[in-house]
Structures are given as structure tokens and as C-alpha cells.
């Protein structure tokens, strides 16, 4: 069941107890599982996304088909339209959890995009924005369960801040990443 109380069609028993596990769902007596979250918004900004970006990655330009938060979760960026641009999956996958700039300096990319660019503006007002977002936002509030865990994960633990893990250079090879024959010839 979700928070206003609608049926949804029944989980795996392994996640329903990761759910409770995680805090982010009670069962009652009557076995029924009641969820602290939206699943379905995800979905649906997913679909708003696409109608908007088509099936074009905003960072690179080829082929995209995922959801990527501009501003990521963990730095408190939500999910909506302004932050959410429709990725590939190797841009997605080996941004992780960077920022748009620092992504931006790894690749050489030029995004086009106007969330992208309105974002890219003024990255340090719109993180904080995100940021103090992820503070205040009631986890009745979160829109998916990644934001639901980020939410969790803060609030159990508020002295020492839960930070978003620092950006790694990324581990995936990128489009135009290409090293010269040589390299891979071996006589
Ligand atoms: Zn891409």
C-alpha cells in the first residue's frame, strides 16, 4: 500500500523485508505491507522526462534511455523536471555520483541542454538549494526510494553527516575515449 493508502501489487517477499529492513515501510498486523515512499512518482517523471528529451542523451548526444539526476540524489538533487535529464547508460553509470562541472572536466563534453545549462549557471546555489532540500524534506515527502534511503541515512545518523561519497574518475571507458593502435598492438 502507498502513503495515501492505494493498493499496489504485491512484492517479493526479499523486498518487502529489505523495505523494513531499510525503514522505509511498516507491516501490519494483516500482512499488509505500507510503504513511506512513492514508487510510482519515479515512473512518472521517467515518462514526463522522455515525452520532453526523446530517446537523446543530454551529456553526449548518442542514444539515451535512463533517467539521470543533474544535481544527484545524494547530493540532495530530487526528482523532478528541472533536475532530470534523459542519459545513456555509460554517461549515467560513469558520472555516478559527480557533479555536472567535475563530469564536465572529465570528458570535454558540451551539453546543450537547458536543465543542464541553467544548472551548470550557478552549480553552488542550486546545490545548496538541493542540499538544504535534503534536510528539510519529510520522508513522507521523498519521491523515490533512493531519495527515501538518502533521507534515512541522514537522519540516522545526525551527528556525523552522511556526505555523498566523492567522485572517482570513472572506471568505465567514454565515447571518444579512443587510445591510439599503438597501444593495444602487441608484436
Ligand atoms: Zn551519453
Request: proline residues 8%.
Amino acid at each position: 500500500m502507498d502513503l495515501n493508502g492505494r493498493p499496489l501489487t504485491p512484492c517479493s517477499l526479499e523486498k518487502a523485508e529489505q523495505n523494513l529492513r531499510d525503514g522505509l515501510a511498516t507491516m501490519t498486523e494483516d500482512g499488509v505491507l505500507h510503504l513511506n515512499y512513492r514508487p510510482l512518482a519515479h515512473r512518472r517523471i521517467y515518462r514526463q522526462v522522455q515525452r520532453r528529451d526523446g530517446w537523446m542523451c543530454a551529456w553526449c548526444g548518442g542514444p539515451g534511455s535512463t533517467l539521470d539526476h543533474v544535481i544527484p540524489v545524494c547530493w540532495g538533487g530530487q526528482t523532478a523536471l528541472d533536475n532530470c535529464v534523459i542519459a545513456c547508460r555509460s554517461c549515467n553509470h560513469s558520472r555516478n555520483n559527480a557533479l555536472p562541472t567535475t563530469f564536465i572536466r572529465w570528458t570535454g563534453f558540451r551539453p546543450t541542454h537547458p536543465v543542464i545549462q541553467r544548472i551548470l549557471q550557478n552549480e553552488a546555489s542550486a546545490l545548496n538549494a538541493a542540499e538544504h532540500g535534503l534536510q528539510t524534506r519529510p520522508l513522507s515527502s521523498c519521491l523515490s526510494r533512493e531519495e527515501a534511503q538518502v533521507w534515512v541515512a541522514y537522519h540516522a545518523n545526525q551527528i556525523e553527516r552522511v556526505r555523498p561519497t566523492p567522485p572517482e574518475e570513472p572506471s568505465t571507458r567514454l565515447k571518444g575515449d579512443t587510445k591510439p593502435f599503438g597501444e593495444y598492438f602487441v608484436p
